[in-house]
């Protein structure tokens, strides 16, 4: 992976807060581009305040904010006209597709592989990639980029904070099976 390889967060990836928070420390390591849309960020917000109404759904989208600020670049607009010509097993994930397109994708970070054939992906030149798959890439290309991201966001839990095993843990929990087995072997750095 380059910096110019660029991926597409679905919003299923981004709507658990710690896997949200390590792909986006994944992005700001520049070893390639994280792009989404506005239409991706209302869906992970809207169905985390249907699935947890005690959540603050300002504070979500100040996250969503601060997102958008963190990583150059990363907003995916003017995709809107190609929804209608896609077709996909549920019409609803067609946006992300057409976000992926406009944004010069190679990859869909999803956890809903069936939602996106690879056989119709790949006339466009995109895959669909479970993110634990994903991440299992970086750590293949730059295993120190992962441990640094993955040690970051544990570091920034502080209320409360984190043993690195009950960390692991928390990512195991959001089926990242490998990327967890690669930080155990690593959890002195964590």
Same mark, same amino acid.
């Given at each position: 992976m380059s910096a110019n390889f660029t991926v597409i967060y679905d919003a299923c990836v981004l709507y658990p807060a710690p896997l949200r928070d390590l792909l986006m420390q994944l992005a700001l390591t520049n070893t390639f581009? +994280?792009?989404?849309? +506005?239409?991706?960020? #209302?869906?992970?917000?809207?169905?985390? @305040?249907?699935?947890?109404? #005690?959540?603050?759904?300002?504070? /979500?989208?100040?996250? &969503?904010?601060?997102?958008?600020?963190?990583v150059m670049d990363a907003l995916v607009t003017g995709y809107e006209s190609l929804i209608d010509g896609l077709t996909l097993p549920d019409a609803d994930d067609r946006h992300v597709v057409a976000a992926a397109i406009k944004g010069q994708a190679e990859v869909i970070v999803? %956890?809903?592989?069936? #939602? %996106?054939?690879?056989?119709?992906?790949?006339?466009?030149?995109?895959? +669909?990639?479970?993110? $634990?798959? %994903?991440?299992? $890439?970086? @750590?293949?290309?730059?295993?120190?980029?992962? /441990?640094? &991201? &993955?040690?970051?966001?544990?570091?920034?839990?502080?209320?409360?904070p984190k043993l690195v095993d009950d960390y692991l843990d928390t990512l195991l929990a959001q089926q990242l099976p490998l990327t967890v087995n690669f930080l155990r072997k690593n959890k002195e750095l964590l």
């Open positions: 581009r +994280a792009r989404w849309s +506005a239409q991706i960020q #209302d869906e992970w917000i809207r169905n985390l @305040i249907k699935n947890r109404p #005690d959540l603050n759904q300002e504070l /979500l989208e100040k996250t &969503a904010s601060m997102m958008n600020r963190a999803t %956890f809903n592989l069936k #939602d %996106f054939p690879q056989d119709y992906l790949s006339e466009f030149d995109l895959w +669909a990639q479970h993110p $634990d798959e %994903f991440i299992r $890439d970086l @750590i293949d290309l730059t295993p120190e980029t992962v /441990l640094l &991201a &993955a040690h970051r966001c544990r570091a920034r839990l502080k209320n409360p």
